[in-house]
């Protein structure tokens, strides 16, 4: 069976009957007798549905990360949408394509890390860089990690593919930026931008539902990134100096002590780099927030950002070059990742 | 008489005879008479110096901005060293060039601003936005004042034509960003970097000593700014919500309340903005920083920045393009600034 | 027909017949169909209110800003009192004096206009001062912004006339500091003292629901104000070193960079802007907080001023001037103010 | 004898012979031999000298606090005055009036004094805290301890009399603030306001120069102030309440946990008591702070107000009403104060 | 009636039939009639009950801090236990057992308080602190409240006993760090460490539901603290600088500004009484914020601490010394405790 | 040749001909010629010295790091002491001990050492957390590394010794904690106590005078700790849960983000470490703070706490346990450290 709506497309007082994920389950109980709430998830968001008694007997065991089938009713709740279902049916998570239920990048994980591959190719020149790149990113463990790995849980970049796209964006800023400023070294923080991240493929889980690990918790991304990078460091080819400034860009790559930062960036190429990841972190922040404005063109208020957001006016454009906006969820990934 | 030596250039136990400006000029008292204490000026330094009694009694009037012949010789006096005059005589400052007397940017100021008028021509399309920025540029005031203003008193760029030199830095780094993020206002972008420190033009005095004006700390440079641009923007054919933004952009540069932006950047273009500002400025202040190093790389400790700056190792190039490091100060320049 | 009941009187399980303004109209679903959820609103509150189905479905493009009729009972819902409305009827807006349905000052907006202006009149002396606040408050567009403006959103004087109220207090607090201070600027501090806030005019919608504005959210009232008073200024007779005061007053009387001050306070006069300004604000907001307190005199926590408040046992007095307490709502403003 | 001239007056190259205080003393070692180093002190400020060897030799036991004539030359060392010392004597502290050489109140503290007693009498009207105010202000222990208290170390009312300057400042500004805010409770604040500082007089040394005493450092001043106030409040004839509120406006009124507040203001009272002393004490700073301006009219950084601080261009006035300005230390208190 | 079953026993679809304490009792309206809204507690915690109409109309004048006797069910309602009454009767208060209805320390309070004296017993030396503490302890009204009082209001040691508890915990710390470090003057810090938070017993209320009382929130459990030690301090035998230090211990147990402490910790019995204090509240409130865990270990956010906490993998025990864990509800005091 | 004096101990206008270390060599220019500036060490301080021209014609290549003997004179400068030489003699660095050159904690550190692998052994139960400690203390590197390692620059334990002395404090310290609290797993609570400031080790050189290393300013020696003992905790026998949450203890033992610390403490155990690291860093402190006091027992502003410091008043004591105070200089470490 192919899934054919999704949840962003669902209204108030329409029937359905499609595959969703579980993101959580739980029985309730009600007056009349018990009942399950469950959140049906896919990659265009998640909604709430119950399956009410005495329904409800009829289903043992459903939990979080199965896959469903489910005909239902949409209804409003509380100025929610949520789902009343009639029938539902357990799936073999082998037939089932997870790219559809979890929010994934524009472009499919596996063409942005070769992009990712192909500016280093070009860009790097010192050949104990190029070594070191490339056995990094030919361990198997490692790829796998980067090409499923979300780039947040929830502020920038929280979707499959979120972590390689955050890193495309950090290693393009990098580049430009070395353009700009000519007397940086170019190649150690184009290699220290692809990988000052790579932590994050340790600290968030990448199940259905996206969270941190106790590693992730406990020590965080900075310090497992180069748990994961020393072996290869040690036995680079690379002079102690280089490989002294490198741990430095990754350690002080979040810039200020508030943010967890141990050390504060002290080199030029640290600074550019801390920029360049605030940067792309912010716009793809903004670009989340800004999906959904009031009808001034307000967004709220974000906590996060501790402002409300603001889509301006646009200067008319000759072209047909006309704003793309926010990314639109309907295009997204469709690389097959079985389980 | 031209100009030959400098003061970076002077060493301990070495006599000359050369033109400074007088940056200070006080008589002092010491136990067997009254004696001169001066700052004299090039655009490589500053150096203390005295005329000793009973020759102080020659001269009479000594005052800032002036511009002195002087013969002495430099001896060292608590670890710094200072002249001790012979002779001084006042020249006709209609006489002088200034440019050898004050701190200037590399490229002279009028190759600084011709590119910066060549980007916006090459790049902004929008016609409202195109009169606006050559009206403004036209104006004889406004643009006198971007040729001869420091770009700060002390931290960065604080040099003639370092208002400049920075605008150019932040108006590329907002093209780059532009070329990273497509969706971005790329018109109002680049017109809002050429003008969003103009106000510094009138916040900080262009003379031999550069200090703040009493409108500079009373307003500061983001309201002095705007007012200046105001009668222009009131003028403009641009649509009103492009002008509300313009000033937004304007307005909320300095990107934090603690460093006196009245406003947070609440769209793109402004967070790219106050970003771009952001880089260019720090990255000119580790410039000045790391001039002067110890024998371990280390710049000792920078009050604005709160640590150390480091000169890493750096990735060994096979091309011939080595490091230009911090700007030398000799190749200055030199271009005839009449008074 | 005349307004009778207002909100705060309504009460748990009584009818009522009466006019209100629509806060908030929006239509929702229930299991048996949809309903209107409408937030009625006259001056002394507002309320939640439901047209249940199938009445629900007589009603079409009900919306915010209309003043309706409605007839419909009292009931409580989670400890909030809410309305079951039976029979609504939409009114047309020029039959209805808006004054009944937006909380206003207690003295009418023009009566506390008219104090500002006669001591204006008493206390400045400068004819270059007298001349400018009175081109200004003759402006016919200043003039009823002034009037109909709130002092704040949420927090202070946030009501019709609110602006003035809060103006009049400043100005009654900077001559009474001049007093107590005689060496201190009177007329600037008089005159600043009445414009110090009118960009607020600009920066909050004067409806019935009042919301910032874009120009507000995203340029600030100081800088809207400073942008009104500009051609006043520049017009103005007065020496420039008085003009320059005059912006720094008004730029600078926020007092703290964290609250968005551009500037800090560095005159005599600029401190006692700032501190008249923060005094009559806190009052008014101690005022609102403890209208209701607990049966121990205390207001529950308040967010904008991080402590509980507190009504002290009060010194007994043996004349009759008694407590006043926090403005009754019962006697506000009723000038007409036909839309 | 009399002291004819005072340490403000003297100027380079000036000979003088006359009375000080010595505000310190200690024997150093020149290379040809040792010298006194002393710290002359008389009301008007404190100025270096030196006894050089041999004449040093003459001089044993010579101290701080102690009374001495000296005759001598004034000369300059490092840009700041210091007077070569031919002969000193030092003198009966006996035969002194004390009031010369302690920087003090314009007015004398003991007129300053009568005023706030004046105005307590005239506007407080509760019998119990007229009973209160009398008791404490009879006592004679504390009333010494008032007359001779400086208000602060440094920053503000650093003077003789300081502590009554500050407390009629406060006292005159919570009178006025108790006019334009009807409601308060005017006769606890009047009270208040009087004694809020009293701690001061216990937590500052009242000698030659001022110093923390070990309880002022330790528990501070609104601790020290409730210590000596509590026998009278639990004598008083005060409601509980009343003097509940009465502690808490003494506990609260630094108004910010980081200036040592060991609650914020929770009433309206409070709130005022601790505007009115950030008014008169910022106003007092501020005085201070401009009595020396440069050319430009500005204080240079003030680190107490992290700011530079600005006399503006003044309103031109018609009558004679010219600006005070910071008060003048010529004619500052010659009460007598025989130790 | 002896109480069987406690409320942290009920569960879902359950009847009972038990003794519990009002904690709030309010009678609300829904649509079909009035309904009483309870909040049952016993020491085990507390849980949301209705009567329901008709049968609420049964009863009258139900009101916080009553006991009843209830038969009822347990039901799920949005996620919560509650309970749906069917009878209610209200008990006489004189003939429960209050310590089953208040959360209470593990240890009885008066053990524990015996344990505080043979501390005090077995280590101070000094004659006059023995006395001190003796005095202090033998007053009746002091005892009692120390017995009766919680150590907190929800963060730490929130329960009956919990000031004790508390205590106890800082005196041994004080202890074990006085063996650290044998310079300290163990006499006074043990003395401070018993007496340091006395303050608490006033500034909390002490009955079936904890509130801050006014004084308590108007001056605070330091000063309150203070207050009640001040005429035991005034007789004692102790020396005057052992007074002022004893003093300062308590008022800078908080240790830093922004917890309301009115000054530093200045000597090194200071800052161990302040680590002592800290590290007994940190490890309480650790202990209960750990007492319900996600299936990771993980408490959730903690606000007071701004972060989560984790329960770590233990390292194995050869010997049967198993974590003992946060305090197990069951086995608390059971001291009876008449009103 | 014996060192007799020490730097302590010389006074003003006495003459010395003994062994120092040169902390700092320059030469630099009189007026008469140039003249050796040089700075001697010795463990119990350092002095500036000086050798005038023409004495100084007869020195070459004196420099930092180098032993000699001189002969001089103290004299007093600015209130500071300093030598001038009259002979100088450089001394063959194999022949000396060092130990009496830098300054060094009280009791030699292999003893230190020795009593952290007594408390290890007697304490720690678990085999995996035994095999661990004595691998690292049995690594010869390590080892030495421990043993000559200063605990920090500057402001505490800044010392050979001082790491060990350190580490010793707050092993006993975590002991002790681990008594009062029992539930703590105190097998890594103490091994985490043994290694928490290992980095420090590598952040700081060992030489004649501490500076901080390039690695430990750009990495820090949470992280440098982390990595050296990162391959014994990969070749441990514990358990994986383990090794995380001893990783943690080292991560977070800083406490707060402010204080570079990466992560904060989420456990018991980790709140505990860092807790015991702050008490004896504090405690250090204090003690080194008040080895200078004025006459009233105050320290002087320290600006690492932020706060003056006081010797308070002592319980008198019966038995001899008179207070030791700050260590004394004399009697420190003179183990044999030959280079």
Known sequence: MEKK????????QTSFDDIFALAAARMNQAKNGPYW???????????????????????EGLTAEQFVRVQGRVSTFKDQLQANIKTLEVLDPLEIDRSAFVPCSTTPPHEILEEIETILHTEVVHPAWKKLYRKILKDQAIRQAF????????????YLGGLLEHTLGVLKACRAMSDLYPSLDRDILLVAAVFHDLGKAYEISHGISREYTSPGKLLGHIHLGLEVLAPFLNKSDLDEGLILHFKHLI????GQYEYGSPKLPMTHEAMVLH???????????MDHALEQ?????????????????????RTPQPEKTTRKGPKTKEDQCSLPLKV
Chains 1, 2, 3, 4, 5, 6 share one sequence.
């Open 275 to 285: 920029m360049a990841d605030n940067l792309d972190a912010k716009m793809n922040t």
């Open 37 to 59: 709430q469950l959140t049906l998830q896919d990659k265009s968001g998640t909604m709430e549905a119950k399956i009410w008694f005495p329904a409800s007997q009829n289903y």
């Open 5 to 12: 709506t999704y949840i962003s497309d669902l209204q108030d």
């Open 147 to 158: 090409l499923t790995a979300p780039g947040g849980k929830t502020i920038h970049h929280a």
């Open 251 to 254: 350690l002080s790559h979040h």
């Open 293 to 313: 404005t009031d009808t001034n063109n307000w967004s709220g208020y974000q906590r996060s950002l501790e402002r409300d957001l603001y889509v301006p006016v």
